[in-house]
């Protein structure tokens, strides 16, 4: 797995992004059973960061936690289903990689919302790309029973890497 993350917050953190970014992308994609080495990118940004992408790319004027561009169109969640046709513009000519998507954080919101949860900075850091990775490979939470699947999914993956609300 290719695994880029950027910080142009510049915002020092007491664990590695790289590597729980990484290790949590991982285990989603062996949750869901990805036939394919795949390729994710991660922006950790600031609110006005988060506004201008929201306002840009969902027509969205507001400061988001996460932004999920996926880089496929998924007939089924879940389900790597790729034609021949599609090929070209999913995998990643030099490397045959899974152009899975873009991850984008607001470090401000993270911050936050860890407080306001009351857990750690890492835990509410690895819930977010969970979260933004079940939005990669297809899933979605605007109907009650979609959101309890990914909710349940998100946990699962958490508590199995051992990132609990501590």
Do not use: W
Request: glycine share 6%.
């Amino acid at each position: 797995m290719t695994f880029c993350a950027e910080n142009e917050t510049g915002e020092e953190f007491p664990f590695s992004i790289e590597e729980t970014g990484r290790t949590v992308c991982e285990k989603v994609l062996e949750a869901e059973q990805c036939p394919y080495e795949a390729a994710v990118n991660l922006l950790l940004t600031d609110g006005e960061g988060i506004r201008e992408l929201n306002r840009q790319y969902r027509d969205t004027d507001r400061v988001t936690d996460v932004l999920s561009f996926p880089g496929l169109t998924f007939a089924k969640a879940g389900v790597f289903e790729i034609s021949p046709e599609q090929e070209a513009d999913c995998f990643d000519p030099d490397t045959g990689e899974l152009l899975l998507g873009d991850i984008c954080i607001c470090v401000e919101r993270m911050k936050e919302q860890a407080t306001d949860y009351g857990h750690s900075l890492k835990r509410e850091f690895a819930f977010l790309v969970a979260h933004s990775m079940f939005h990669l490979c297809g899933y979605d939470h605007m109907e009650e029973q979609e959101a309890r699947m990914m909710e349940q999914k998100q946990e699962n993956i958490l508590a199995e890497l051992g990132i609990t609300r501590d």
